[in-house]
């Protein structure tokens, strides 16, 4: 079957560079110039999220024109004020937040506490909620994700415009309507990402999502640094959402996230740390003076439903100083009881292992 086959890799094992390039890359900004294209697409997904929470405050009335980003395609849409209600969080929800689906069995994160704090019920001044599809391929991740927020405005980006061209056709909608929320948008990633952070770190957007759903793994080793993970634009990719979701066929790919992550998340709290006050006297460090925090070892084992599982402990940093976060990582194998893009159904129909990391940031 197309697309179906497993991957196959000369590395058998985590890269053996992955500590050294992550720590690299954790300590330097990527300054690559922002092509000209990609901030003309930005402009036109700003533009979506700006008339989607317009249109939300006055309520729909008359047909609304749909534009697909980069794409020469429109789809009308007749909507009623009903349709706009905000979600409803009980109280497991707001313990759990957007996990709380995925401990049911769900591999879909479920509406609840970061709907709410990351701007679904924002004030005027308050930050927009966006969430994002990475990569999103022909579209139809985008659609599962805009049907579980149809509060917030869901982008889906790509490169590919000949994929994008596939979005929101009817063998995706299954009949139903195209949710009024799902946009896509033809864009480089990398450049999509430093102009989104850039909007959050301003306070104009929040992400409470973010989906990073089967990337291209890179396999041969001579091609690792091309791997989000271990390119220089990772420490951006963490910084944007509240959740970050990546899944992938390939276990290795997915243990290399997980541990990544922990190591950005350690390089930024020693740099803080060491900005703030020091090189701390009673903190263990390295050679070059970042405090060493401590983890647990990477365990995998088997969780109650069969399914194996990455346990990372969750990191904190020093307490007492302005940059206390926590950052929760949590990598498995998982069986979609849906699946959600063209290529996970076919990787689960050729009865492949699929992985997924979790990845949760808490102020």
Same mark, same amino acid.
């Given at each position: ?92 929800? %707001?313990?759990?937040?957007?996990? /709380?689906?995925?401990?049911? #069995?769900? *591999? +879909?994160?479920?509406? =609840?506490? @970061? ?41 889906? %980006?790509?490169?590919?415009?000949? /994929?994008?061209?596939?979005? #929101?056709? *009817? +063998?995706?909608?299954? =009949?139903? @309507? ?47 640094? /091309? ?137």
């Amino acid at each position: 079957m197309p697309g179906a086959n497993s991957v196959t890799s000369n590395q058998e094992t985590l890269h053996k560079d992955l500590e050294e390039v992550v720590r690299k890359y954790a300590r330097t900004t990527f300054l690559r110039p922002i092509a000209d294209h990609t901030r003309e697409a930005f402009a036109e997904a700003e533009e979506f999220v700006r008339k989607f929470y317009e249109a939300r405050n006055i309520g729909w009335g008359k047909p609304q024109p749909l534009w697909l980003g980069h794409i020469h395609t429109r789809v009308w849409m007749q909507h009623s004020p009903s349709e706009v209600v905000p979600p409803r969080c009980s109280e497991d929800d %707001i313990e759990s937040g957007v996990t /709380r689906g995925m401990d049911n #069995g769900d *591999p +879909a994160p479920a509406q =609840g506490r @970061d709907d709410v704090e990351c701007g679904v019920t924002a004030t005027r001044n308050a930050p927009r909620a966006v969430i994002l599809d990475s990569g999103c391929g022909t579209g139809e991740s985008t659609i599962h994700i805009a049907r579980r927020y149809p509060n917030i405005p869901v982008i889906g %980006i790509d490169k590919s415009g000949m /994929r994008l061209t596939k979005a #929101g056709n *009817p +063998a995706q909608t299954a =009949g139903e @309507d195209l949710p009024r929320n799902a946009f896509w948008i033809r864009a480089e990633l990398l450049d999509f990402w430093r102009l989104a952070l850039e909007r959050v770190q301003a306070g104009e957007w929040t992400i409470p999502y973010h989906a990073v759903y089967y990337p291209n793994p890179w396999p041969k080793q001579s091609e690792a640094t /091309r791997r989000f993970h271990m390119h220089p634009i990772f420490p951006t990719l963490l910084a944007l959402g509240c959740v970050t979701e990546l899944r992938t066929n390939w276990e290795i790919y997915a243990r290399e996230f997980a541990k990544a992550a922990r190591i950005v998340f350690e390089e930024r709290a020693g740099i803080a740390t060491k900005e703030l006050y020091g090189t701390p006297s009673n903190c263990r460090t390295r050679n070059n003076g970042f405090p060493t925090l401590r983890f647990e070892e990477d365990k995998v084992e088997d969780d109650e439903r069969g399914n194996r599982l990455l346990r990372l402990r969750s990191a904190q940093t020093p307490a007492g100083t302005t940059t206390d976060a926590e950052m929760t990582i949590k990598c498995e194998s998982f069986d979609p009881i849906t699946p959600e893009t063209a290529f996970e159904r076919k990787y689960k129909e050729a009865g492949q292992e699929l992985w997924r990391v979790l990845i949760t940031a808490s102020p």
